[in-house]
């Protein structure tokens, strides 16, 4: 599998992606800067990792929205690549239309640092399909904003189409219906707040991260 | 001699049914420091800057497409143009 790591200035998961993806599937990953205009060719899987790019100044994720690279991320997702935006990418996603809702300040005005469990509401994404049975799955959360919203009509829809991939078993942020993570209609996009990047082996204290990228592997061999 | 530039302010704010968790917190504490008159605090931005130009009415416009490309996520987010 061939992945590509963004790199905007404040990501601070970057290097854990690369070694999630490395270990759990032995990707091969390529870091991208966030000024390169053209992302590697043949890529299955674009990350976007979490951090606080540009200082989350103006709003999180807004201004690397803007970046140029994330033209070339938006050209890639529309030809079908694999994009999973973890925390601040995920906040980056929203701020750049490609997955719709917005994540606003967790409702208990804290930055929420800790382990957390995860339903699995959508078992068949290529994001999730190497879960088999798995009903939960425990992961860390870390962040200030991660509190998804959306107007009364996207979230029906994003309910409708069954675009829910994650939610959390005690809401931690106030996130609408519970809401941890959600994938694009064309299902090839996912963003989520939790961090599979930091539980991909037993030693980080869950491995449950690993089966996503076992499932995009398996993605990758099939396309 | 080159024409002074226009003086431009752009309110942000998070629109009316998106819960500001920030201003609750503020209308606490002014609660806590006694001013119980007070009610429906919210917390926004507001952005300053020069811009270019004459025309106040084609400056709004230019304002205005700032505002929905970078300066507030319309999911979340209303604004303000005023030129001066």
Redesign the interface.
């Known amino acids: 599998m061939k992945a590509a790591v963004l790199v905007f200035p404040g990501s601070n998961c970057d290097r854990d992606c690369k070694t999630a993806v490395e270990t759990s599937v032995n990707g091969k990953v390529e870091m991208v800067w966030h000024q390169e205009t053209e992302l590697p060719s043949g890529l299955d899987l674009i990350v976007i990792p979490g951090g606080f790019s540009y200082g989350d100044y103006l709003r999180c994720g807004a201004m690397a929205s803007q970046s140029p690279v994330m033209a070339a991320v938006k050209r890639e997702a529309e030809r079908g690549v694999s994009v999973l935006g973890i925390c601040n990418g995920f906040q980056i996603l929203c701020e750049s239309g490609l997955l719709p809702g917005a994540l606003l300040r967790n409702s208990g005005l804290k930055y929420v640092c800790k382990p957390i469990e995860l339903t699995i509401e959508n078992r068949t994404t290529r994001f999730t399909n190497a879960y088999g049975n798995k009903q939960t799955v425990w992961m860390t959360q870390g962040n200030g904003d991660g509190n998804f919203f959306a107007d009364a009509d996207t979230l029906k829809a994003i309910e409708d189409n069954d675009q829910v991939v994650f939610r959390y078993v005690e809401n931690p942020n106030g996130s609408m219906n519970n809401i941890a993570g959600i994938i694009n209609k064309a299902g090839n996009v996912l963003g989520m707040m939790p961090h599979p990047d930091r539980a991909f082996e037993d030693a980080l204290g869950s491995a449950d991260g690993a089966p996503m990228f076992k499932s995009l592997l398996k993605a990758a061999v099939a396309a | 001699m080159k024409a002074p530039p226009l003086k431009a302010k752009v309110h942000v704010f998070?629109k009316p049914?998106?819960?500001d968790?920030?201003g609750k917190?503020v209308e606490g504490a002014l609660h806590g420091l006694g001013w119980d008159g007070v009610a429906n605090v919210r917390v926004g931005k507001l952005l300053e800057f020069d811009l270019d130009g004459s025309d106040p009415e084609a400056a709004k416009g230019e304002l205005k497409a700032m505002c929905e490309?970078?300066?507030a996520?319309t999911?979340?987010e209303s604004y303000k143009v005023e030129v001066a």
């Open positions: 998070l049914g998106v819960l968790v920030q917190a490309k970078l300066l996520n999911v979340i």
